[in-house]
C-alpha cells in the first residue's frame, strides 16, 4: 500500500521518550486504518534515541547539521505520505490525537496548526514566561503583521499537505522554521484550519532544548525581517514626513509654538529626519524586491504593482525634478551672493532646503538604477 501520512518526529537525545512516541501513532495510524510511516529526524542524539526508534519500526534520517529547522527539512525531505504530520518527539504533543490533524486534510485543509491556548496546558507544561508573554505576544505580533487570526503560531504539532510544504519552499534552518511555515501559509493564502489541543508536560526530565530569549528573539527578528512594510516602510514613512513638515514649516522663518520658540535647531532635525526616512523607505524597497528574487517570498501582485508605478524612467524623472528644485535653490542663493558682493548671508534655512532636496534627489536617482537592476530577476521568472 501507498503511503499516506508520514508523521515526523525531529530527535535530540529523547531516549526516555522517543519510544512513548512511536508507539502512539502506530497504535492510533493502526487504528484509523491509515496506511502510515513514522520518520525520526536524528539531529545528532548521542543517548541511543536513533536505535530505540529504528528497533520500533521508525524510520531514520539522520541530518547532521544542528537546527530545529534542518531537522524537520530532512525529515520532511524523506517522507513518501501524501499528508505530513510534524510533532516534538519529547511527549509533551499526543500522537494519538493523529486523526483530528488529517480529517481537515482530506476535508480540504492545505494546513492545520493545533493551538495550544484554545485546548488545554497541563500544569508545568509551559513556562509562565512563555505562557502568558512570550507566545501571545509573538503570535499577535505576526497576526498584526500578516493579518492573520492564528490563536497560537508556535504551536509545535503541526500537519500539511506535501504539495503544500513544496509551495513554501521554507529556507530556515533553525526554530524560525515554525514562524516560516506559518507566514508562508498567510502569505500563500493557503486554507489554514486551527485544533484546539493539550498540551503536556516534557517527558524527559532534562533541560528543554528551547532558549526563552534567544529563541524568542530569533522568532521576532525573522518576522521583522520577512515584513520590510513593518520594519522598514512605516517606520521610514513617519521620519520622512515629520521631517519634511518640519523642514517646510520652518523655512518661511521661526515659529512661536504653544509659546515656545521654534527655530533652525529643529529646521536642522528636520532635514535629518526627511534624509533619514527617504533612506529607510529606499531600504524597504530593496529587501522587498531582494526576498522576491531569491523566492523568500512569493512574487505578490502588490511586487507587481510596485514595478509598474516605479520604474526606472519614473524613478530618474522624479529624481531629476528633486534634485534640479534643490540646486535652483542653491543657485539662487549663490546669485544673491554675487549680487551682494560676496559678502554675508543669512541664508541658511534655504541652504537647508536645498542641501535635503539635492540629497534625495540624487538618492532616487541612484536607488532607481539600483531597484531596476535588482528586479531584473523578479520579472523573468
Not at 513556562?127 to 503583521?145: A, D, E, F, K, S
Not at 484550519?193 to 493539550?198: A, D, G, H, L, R
Amino acid at each position: 500500500m501507498s503511503v499516506k501520512v508520514s508523521i515526523v518526529m525531529p530527535c535530540l537525545n529523547e531516549h526516555k521518550t522517543i519510544g512513548i512516541c512511536i508507539k502512539k501513532a502506530q497504535e492510533t495510524l493502526e487504528k484509523l486504518k491509515i496506511a502510515g510511516e513514522i520518520i525520526i529526524a536524528d539531529n545528532g542524539s548521542t543517548d541511543g534515541s536513533d536505535e530505540i526508534a529504528r528497533s520500533l519500526g521508525a524510520k531514520v534520517i539522520y541530518e547532521s547539521k544542528r537546527g530545529y529547522g534542518n531537522a524537520y527539512r530532512a525529515g520532511i525531505q524523506a517522507a513518501l505520505g501524501e499528508y505530513i504530520v510534524m510533532g516534538d518527539s519529547d511527549d509533551s504533543y499526543d500522537f494519538t490525537d493523529l486523526g483530528r490533524f488529517v480529517l481537515p486534510l482530506e476535508e480540504g485543509a492545505d494546513f492545520v496548526i493545533g493551538t495550544r491556548f484554545r485546548g488545554n496546558i497541563e500544569k508545568g507544561a509551559m513556562p509562565w514566561l512563555h505562557r502568558y508573554i512570550g507566545n501571545p505576544v509573538l503570535t499577535g505580533i505576526l497576526n498584526l503583521m500578516y493579518h492573520s487570526k492564528i490563536s497560537d503560531a508556535h504551536c509545535g504539532m503541526r500537519s500539511f499537505k506535501k504539495s503544500a510544504y513544496k509551495k513554501m519552499n521554507l529556507q530556515t534552518t533553525g526554530m524560525e522554521f515554525a514562524s516560516e511555515m506559518v507566514i508562508k501559509a498567510i502569505q500563500l493564502g493557503l486554507k489554514i484550519e486551527q485544533v484546539p489541543i493539550t498540551l503536556y508536560r516534557d517527558g524527559r526530565g532534562g533541560p528543554p532544548h528551547l532558549r526563552s530569549f534567544r529563541d524568542g528573539w530569533r522568532h521576532l527578528r525573522f518576522m521583522l525581517l520577512y515584513s520590510p512594510t513593518y520594519l522598514y516602510s512605516w517606520p521610514g514613512t513617519i521620519l520622512f514626513v515629520m521631517g519634511l513638515v518640519m523642514l517646510i514649516s520652518l523655512l518661511p522663518g521661526p515659529l512661536y509654538i504653544a509659546g515656545r520658540f521654534i527655530d533652525l535647531h529643529v529646521m536642522v532635525l528636520g532635514s535629518m529626519f526627511t534624509i533619514l526616512g527617504f533612506q529607510i523607505i529606499n531600504l524597504g524597497f530593496y529587501a522587498r524586491i531582494y526576498a522576491a528574487t531569491h523566492k523568500f517570498v512569493p512574487e505578490t501582485p502588490g511586487l507587481k504593482k510596485l514595478f509598474k508605478l516605479f520604474n526606472l524612467e519614473r524613478g530618474l524623472l522624479v529624481g531629476a525634478v528633486i534634485f534640479l528644485a534643490g540646486f535652483g535653490t542653491d543657485f539662487y542663493i549663490l546669485i544673491k551672493w554675487i549680487l551682494n558682493d560676496f559678502g554675508a548671508l543669512d541664508e541658511v534655512r534655504l541652504a537647508l532646503f536645498a542641501s535635503t532636496f539635492i540629497i534625495i534627489g540624487a538618492q532616487t536617482i541612484f536607488s532607481s538604477f539600483f531597484l531596476s537592476m535588482i528586479g531584473i530577476q523578479t520579472r523573468s521568472y
